[in-house]
């Protein structure tokens, strides 16, 4: 089988012209045929007893067809092995001839686009401390007091509540507190990673992959959007305004999970569901802290 490669006009696609030889063409349509005599009927004969002659003047298109879609599928998978290709999208083929039984298509595919991160240890990062100061779990507390419309004893509020006493109240108000600022914390920080891996790196995000995200994130929208009660109409409009935004999203999101993928590969990470989360805590780790 003959594979050649060479990019494609578009970012992040190549070209593979592929060539299936003649014995194996001749091969598969001896095998095709051969099924065909076992499970379709031909006037005259016995299941298994027609002449191939005979074969192809009732089935000559489904034997073409059937040996065009199995060869294609399995000499295109092969040329993506032999060329190491890492394909991200279907192929599209064009181009097919089938002359002499030598079978030759051209297949178009978008491919993950080379990545060179500048650095990913080391990175910048400085921590704040997380504190929860009393004058805030007061001030919620207040807070908690008008919304209720009215001026009660913080005991009887607490009460009311679920909690025994103020004391109680207040203990789990600042843990409540206290865990949101956490992961808030948390938040900014893996965004200050996130900031410097895409300032550290340059490539364009494969369109089939931001395509897909896009969807993604339109389809939760939409979800969302209909869990609170927004007409089809509303959501429509909402969807529509909110274009630019998810296609802004999905462009980063995607760099970002092909970046984190990355430094994976390179530091032999296992690549599952957890993967992002492990990079993330390894960058952590090697992070500069200050």
């Known amino acids: 089988m003959k594979v ?52 192809e003047q009732h089935h000559a298109k489904l034997a073409r067809e059937e040996v065009l879609k199995i060869l294609i599928a399995e000499s295109y998978e092969e040329g993506v092995k032999k060329e190491e290709i890492d394909v991200i999208d279907v192929p599209a083929i064009s181009e097919v001839k089938l002359e002499s039984d030598i079978l030759s298509y051209r297949a178009e595919v978008e491919i993950k686009p080379e990545i060179k991160i500048k650095q990913y ?50 203990d789990c108000l600042t843990k409540q507190m206290y865990l949101k600022k956490e992961n808030e914390e948390r938040a900014r920080l893996e965004r200050a990673i996130i900031d410097q891996l895409l300032r550290g790196s340059s490539f364009e995000a494969p369109r089939s992959l931001v395509h897909k995200r896009i969807h993604e994130l339109e389809h939760q ?24 935004k998810f296609k802004t999203e999905a462009e980063e999101q995607v760099k970002v999970f092909l970046i984190l993928e990355t430094i994976a590969k390179s530091e032999k990470f296992k690549q599952d569901d957890q993967m992002v989360n492990h990079i993330i805590e390894f960058l952590f780790a090697e992070a500069d802290w200050t």
């Open 4 to 55: 050649t490669t060479a990019k494609a006009k578009e970012v992040n696609k190549v070209i593979l012209d592929i060539e299936v030889p003649q014995d194996r063409v001749k091969s598969k349509f001896n095998e095709i045929y051969e099924k065909i005599n076992h499970e379709l009927k031909v006037p005259g004969f016995r299941p298994g007893k027609a002449p191939r002659q005979v074969l």
């Open 121 to 170: 240890k080391g990175l910048k990062l400085k921590k704040t401390e997380v504190r929860v100061e009393p004058s805030e779990v007061e001030e919620y507390i207040k807070q908690l007091k008008k919304t209720r419309d009215e001026e009660i004893a913080d005991e009887k509020l607490a009460r009311g509540l679920g909690y025994r006493s103020r004391e109680e109240l207040v």
């Open 221 to 244: 929208a939409e979800q969302q959007m209909a869990n609170y009660g927004l007409n089809e109409e509303n959501i429509k409009k909402r969807l529509e305004e909110f274009k630019s």
